[in-house]
């Protein structure tokens, strides 16, 4: 059963959400949900870019609030429509002031809406291009675990090790990578799901130095809140789950997960 609904819970620490789509909101303006954001010490947040038809977008609402930054990049969902022309794009752009990473980009075995060779392929150009201009990236992979850690090997002397696997539902081999390799876990309100005993498991093992706070929103909406369109807002709940998960103090999982913030997105910040 769903906890019973409760007041989001407002931290004296701030929260930098690191993975959020502004652009799918459809439940409130956009004003009324970075003000909300606002309210619950939600310091920045950042949105994901993963279409063509969302590059320039997201570019726009990272200019809306001074603490609202962006990333350039295709979802494996999308690799299909990836072209040298919207690289091109992605190249122009990757370095503008608001811009913090390459992302979302990856490969996703569950849904195949592109052609898995595609997906690869795409999956390398743009690591490549996040080694051509020393950004970090924001890995979607689901279902594709080996293929992952197979691409990322080949970029392991080249790629900056600032980055993160968003969303972690993958096994324990792909976080142990990622991990190892000095790289960020992020989870989101899937740990409070009840069924989500495997992402708890992961939570488990990854150090909070390593760990990363996001939503995901509008999609995955925490516990005890599910059926409501997800938002920024919701953060505080994922940050007391992953302190119940980890056995740590609330204040401790919240400096942490800020510092890993900054380090991974905004070191010069």
């Known amino acids: 059963m769903s906890k019973k609904r409760r007041e989001i819970p407002v931290f004296d620490?701030?929260?930098?959400?690191?993975?959020?789509?502004?652009?799918?909101?459809?439940?409130?303006?956009?004003?009324?949900?970075?003000?909300?954001?606002?309210?619950?010490?939600?310091?920045?947040?950042?949105?994901?870019?993963?279409?063509?038809?969302?590059l320039a977008r997201v570019r726009e609402l990272s200019q809306v609030a001074p603490w609202v930054y962006g990333t350039q990049g295709i979802h494996p969902h999308d690799a299909e429509?990836?072209?040298?022309?919207?690289?091109a794009e992605i190249r122009a752009h990757v370095g503008d002031d608001k811009i913090v990473a390459v992302g979302e980009i990856g490969l996703d075995y569950f849904y195949d809406n592109s052609d898995r060779e595609v997906q690869r392929s795409v999956f390398r150009r743009q690591l490549q291009i996040?080694?051509?201009?020393?950004?970090?990236?924001?890995?979607?992979s689901r279902e594709a675990d080996e293929d992952t850690i197979d691409i990322l090997r080949e970029f392991e002397n080249t790629l900056?090790?600032?980055?993160?696997?968003?969303?972690?539902?993958s096994g324990p081999g792909l976080a142990r990578?990622?991990?190892?390799?000095?790289?960020c876990l992020g989870f989101n309100g899937i740990t409070t799901f009840n069924k989500a005993e495997n992402v708890r498991d992961i939570v488990r093992m990854t150090p909070i130095d390593q760990i990363l706070l996001e939503t995901d929103s509008p999609?995955?909406?925490?516990?005890?809140?599910?059926?409501?369109?997800?938002?920024?807002?919701?953060?505080?709940?994922?940050?007391?789950?992953?302190?119940?998960v980890k056995g740590l103090d609330l204040a401790e999982v919240l400096t942490k997960t800020y510092s890993n913030s900054l380090r991974t997105f905004f070191p010069e910040r």
């Open 81 to 87: 429509s990836y072209s040298d022309a919207v690289e």
């Open 13 to 54: 620490q701030p929260i930098i959400e690191t993975h959020c789509h502004l652009d799918y909101l459809k439940d409130r303006p956009l004003d009324e949900t970075l003000s909300l954001s606002r309210d619950v010490n939600i310091e920045r947040v950042i949105t994901i870019a993963v279409s063509p038809d969302n």
């Open 177 to 183: 990578y990622a991990l190892d390799n000095g790289w």
């Open 219 to 244: 999609f995955l909406t925490p516990v005890p809140y599910r059926g409501r369109e997800n938002a920024p807002f919701y953060l505080p709940f994922v940050a007391e789950q992953i302190a119940e």
């Open 160 to 169: 900056t090790r600032r980055g993160v696997i968003h969303s972690f539902t």
């Open 130 to 140: 996040a080694c051509d201009t020393d950004r970090p990236v924001v890995i979607h």
